[in-house]
Structures are given as structure tokens and as C-alpha cells.
């Protein structure tokens, strides 16, 4: 249950809330239009989520939310700090706005989120966007509704930012992007501090949700028409291990199983090195967990593993992914690799083409190693040089996408349960809609199935997604 400072922290803000809501409403009636904001979120699922809440906040204080941030009145960047064109990304959009906030006097901009929390950051921008008005972190997102409060009343950049914060604060407002499906944390933060990784630097030491606050958010969800969630966390699988009393990932996924009117959980991302096969035989037994595991590898090289601090050989790796073959023969497996970690040889390059062979990843994630301020490895020795890491790169994708095009042919001609998302983007005639893997499926249909479930069977592969007809 939450404390009771989380409690008392909950009405406070929803006090903001409400004092923000007289700012604006006496300033809708001056303009004779309503305020609008724009949140803009770069990153992973993590922020997306948060990005939810802060939405929520913004849409219960009055604002009118809009996509377009050139013609928003309040914009908020909810950054990602996890490889430097991220931040790149940042400072591309605020130099872009100077001019429109030129235009507009009542334009105020936001920055929150994982770059916030880096010093240095947050230097460069005082330094060089002085046209930002407030910051915050992601240890006080909850704060949100305070910060933005006091940066109405102030004309001068209002800063928020904690080096830490145990507290989960419950019960704030939240708007869904998607009515059908909703991310849901579980931990907080990231305790692993792989040397390439700046995540345990700024989102902190990792917190495991209470199972009963959880499930209660997810029994909600349902009734509000969600079918499908994503259990969110750094590294799921370590939930529960600051609990003490034993209560594992294992047992929180059986307590969500057992929620009623829930049709599909997926989670995001599980470490190797914390897999246990209880885990995936819950998987088994269940009707609602997708058969679909994103368990990065980022090298197949037991020595730059080592140095990357995974706590894994490539032949643990590989012995994991036999026992999930094992008891999950059906299962879509993704992964993460980085290429071009200091001091990679071709040898160990070759070891990571390895896993990927005898992995037979359904899709994987590349990435080019990216050095961070702060970490270990930013520091080591034998940087490889970038025409290296980019060769090594092309070889790769085109490795996985060779290995991935032939694994996706194993499900055509199946019919599967479908969550219908949307109208095709590419053609209007089509609904697209999510498989138990994850990936997309653009079928025929009337456009009243958005957010149900239906049976679809796959006609076409086209590698990353499929084409399919619709069952009668
Ligand atoms: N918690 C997740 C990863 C989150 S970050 C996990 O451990 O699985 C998502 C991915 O970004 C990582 O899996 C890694 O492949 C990549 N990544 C992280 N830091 C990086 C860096 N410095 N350079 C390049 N890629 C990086
Ligand atoms: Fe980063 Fe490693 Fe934690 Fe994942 S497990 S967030 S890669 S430190
Ligand atoms: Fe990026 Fe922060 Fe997620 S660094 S990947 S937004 S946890």
C-alpha cells in the first residue's frame, strides 16, 4: 500500500491541479481560446507512460492537448538520454521553436525526463536555450502539477530536479494514448549498471511496485476498456527482489493472469541473467501472456559481455534461450545488440553473428555503440572507430533481417487472435492490428473492430509484418 507521504503527496498535487485550473481558465477567458499544450516523448515505453501521466495532468488542468508543438502554448519535451542522437534530437526541436515562441508571448516550453537528470545537460541548457521556462526529472514526474504551477507565477526558469526518490506516489490523473491497451510500471529504476548504459544514472536504483497497487491500476484499466497491457520496467524480472518476502515476477504475473476481463500481458524487458524457468512455465499455463520475449543480448561475446558487466557467458545466453525454446515452442523472441562496445574485435563480432544464428531472433534491435558521460565504458581504452562499428552494423542488420524474413514464414497460414489498433496507415481499406507477437497484421475489415480482439489468419509475410484475412 502506499505511505502515507505518498498519500498526502497525491492531494497536494491534485491542489495544484486545481490552482493551475483557475490560471488558465481566467486566461482562456482573456485570449477567447482555449490554452493549448503539446507533449512530445522521445525514448522507450517508460516514458511514453510517463508521458500518459503527464497528459493527464495537463488535460485535468484545462489545457486543450494538441499534436502540433509549433502551435502549441505549452510544450513539453519528455527526453531520452540513451544514445547521443537522442539528445541531438532535443536541441534540433528547441533551436527550432526560438522562432515560434518569438511569435507567441504566451508560448511557455518544458523539459522532463532522462536528460534532465544529467548535470551537464541541463548546464547546456541554460546556457544555450535560455527560451526553456521550466525542468524537471524523472524522480519527481509526480510533481509535475507543482513545478508547473509555480513556473506560471514566474517569469525566470524553474528547475526541479531530485538526485533520488524512493517515493511512488498512486492515484494520479493519466490520459491513454490507446483506449484498447496501457503500459503499466511494476519497477522503477535499474540496479544492473552495464558500463555502456547511462539508464541506472538517471532513473535511479531500482523500486518494485506494491503487487496490490499493481493489479488495482490494471482491474481499473479493464473496466475503463483496456484489453491488453505491457508490465513496464528496466528489468522485470528482478521485480520483487527489494521486497524481501519472496514475492517474485513469477508471482505477480500469476496474480495478473487471474484478472478479470484482461485478454492479453506482455512485459518489457526481462534480463538474462534473472530468467527463471517458473517464469516461462507460468507463460505456459496461461491463456494471457503472449508467447513473445524481448530478452536483450547486446554481445555474443563472453569477454565484452563481461566488460559490459551483464553478468552472463554466451553460453548462458544461449542456454536460456534453449530453455525458453523448450517450454515456449511458439514463442516470438527479439533482442537488443550493440556493435562498435570498446575493444571489439572481429572475433567478438563474430560471436555475437553467432547467437544471432542460433538464436533465430524474430526481429532484432541494432544499435551502434554511443559513449556516455558518466559510465565506465565512455572511458575505456580502444574506442573502435566509427567506419568499423558502421560496417559491422550493415552486416548484422542484414543477418537479422535474412534470419527474420525466414522465421516470420513459420506463422503463415496460421489464424491468430488479433487486437485491432487502428486504420492501416498505408491504405485506408485496411484495419491493422497487433499479433500475440507483437508484430502488425493489415487486414480487410470495418473499421467499428478498432479494440477488439478477432481471428485473423495469415495470408503474407512481408517480414516485419503480415498480410491477412479476417475470419467470417
Ligand atoms: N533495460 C533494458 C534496456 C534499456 S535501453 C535491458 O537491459 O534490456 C535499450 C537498449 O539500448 C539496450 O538494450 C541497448 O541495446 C541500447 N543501449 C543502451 N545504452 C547504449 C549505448 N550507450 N549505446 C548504444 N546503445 C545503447
Ligand atoms: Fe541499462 Fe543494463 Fe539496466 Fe538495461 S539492465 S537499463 S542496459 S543498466
Ligand atoms: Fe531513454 Fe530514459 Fe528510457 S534514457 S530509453 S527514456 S529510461
Redesign the pocket.
Known sequence: MATLEAIEEAKKQREYIQKIKEIITAQDAKRKKPLTACVVTFG?QMNARDSEKIVGVLTEAGYEIIEDEEQADFIIFNTCS???NANTRLYGHLGNLKKFKRKNPDMRIGLCGCMMQEPHVVEKIKKSYPHVDLIFGTHNLYQFAQVLYESLLSDELVIELMDKNPLIVEDLPSVRKFPFKSGVNITFG?N?F?T????PHVRGREHSREPRDIVNEIRALVKDGVKEVMLL???VNSYGNDFKDGFSFADLLREVDQIEGLERIRY????PKDFTREVLEVMRDSKKICHQI?????SGSTSLLKRMNRVYSKEQYLEVVRMIREILPDVSLT????VG?PGETEEDFEDTCDVVREARYDAA????????VG?P??KFPDQVPADVSKRRFDYLLHLIQTISAKESLRFVGTTQKVLVESVSEQDETLLTGRLDSNLLVHFKGDRSLIGSMVNVTLKESKGFYYFGEIEA
Open positions: 522507450c540513451i544514445r547521443e535499474c544492473n552495464c555502456f548504459c547511462i539508464v520496467g528496466q528489468n518489457m524487458s526481462p534480463h524481448h530478452m536483450p543480448l547486446q533482442t537488443d545488440i550493440i562496445f534491435y541494432t544499435f551502434i555503440y554511443s559513449p556516455r559510465t565504458a565512455a
